[in-house]
């Protein structure tokens, strides 16, 4: 029977964080990136929860606009967009690819639930070099986590038995609690070294070892 392992993408597979530093310091500056990454973290989920319907590109585009107008700084002319066109650009975090491929190597089925777009998403599965099943998207359904609906619609999807499945994502608000709230088990990628967290299954700092604790959770 059919084991599968869903994964959130930025931040647990794709260096989120990274990403849009870098850009934040491209148009703003180092001295404040920090800072502004922050406050970024606190503005996206926010502007997701209030228009559920708008396509992650609106996201970005909007989160960035409200950040500089609350800092009091400028986005240099035609970089509204600048988070939206250097995401497909973002780096995938070494561990990855061989934690990813020892998984599927296993009998894994990889599926990843974003809150993202449709060609935001295939430039970044692109970019992991691993095949995965299937991608549910928020610019598709919707919805952005941790509404429950990625979770709805990839039972719908792929028909996978709940006792066969895990959910994996760096996340806690936008995964770790939900997949909790839903009873699916999960692993946590603390990437970020946050002080411990009774809800998940199994917390790991990567996915190079992501094939053991999976198969630790559901036994072949």
């Not at 209030?50 to 035609?78: C, D, H, K, Q």
């Not at 990889?110 to 992991?128: E, H, K, P």
């Amino acid at each position: 029977m059919e084991r599968w392992a869903t994964f959130d993408c930025y931040g647990t597979l794709v260096d989120w964080n990274g990403g849009i530093r870098a850009e934040l310091e491209r148009l703003f500056g180092a001295a404040r990136a920090s800072e502004l990454l922050g406050r970024y973290h606190d503005l996206e989920p926010k502007i997701q929860a209030g228009n559920p319907g708008a396509s992650y590109r609106e996201v970005l585009t909007v989160t960035l606009e409200r950040l500089a107008t609350e800092t009091g700084l400028t986005i240099p002319e035609g970089e509204a967009s600048a988070l939206a066109h250097s995401l497909p650009f973002w780096s995938v975090f070494e561990d990855v690819r061989p934690g990813l491929t020892e998984a599927r190597s296993r009998g894994w089925r990889l599926g990843i639930l974003s809150n993202t777009d449709r060609d935001l998403i295939d430039a970044s599965i692109d970019a992991l070099g691993v095949p995965i099943e299937t991608a549910i998207v928020a610019g598709e359904i919707g919805s952005y986590k941790p509404a429950h609906r990625h979770w709805q619609v990839f039972y719908e999807q792929t028909g996978a038995d709940p006792g066969r499945y895990v959910h994996v994502a760096q996340s806690v608000y936008h995964d770790i609690a939900p997949a909790a709230e839903l009873g699916i088990p999960s692993i946590w990628i603390n990437r970020l070294g946050e002080p411990d967290d009774a809800r998940p299954a199994r917390t790991l700092a990567g996915v190079a070892n992501l094939a053991d604790a999976l198969d630790a959770l559901v036994p072949v």
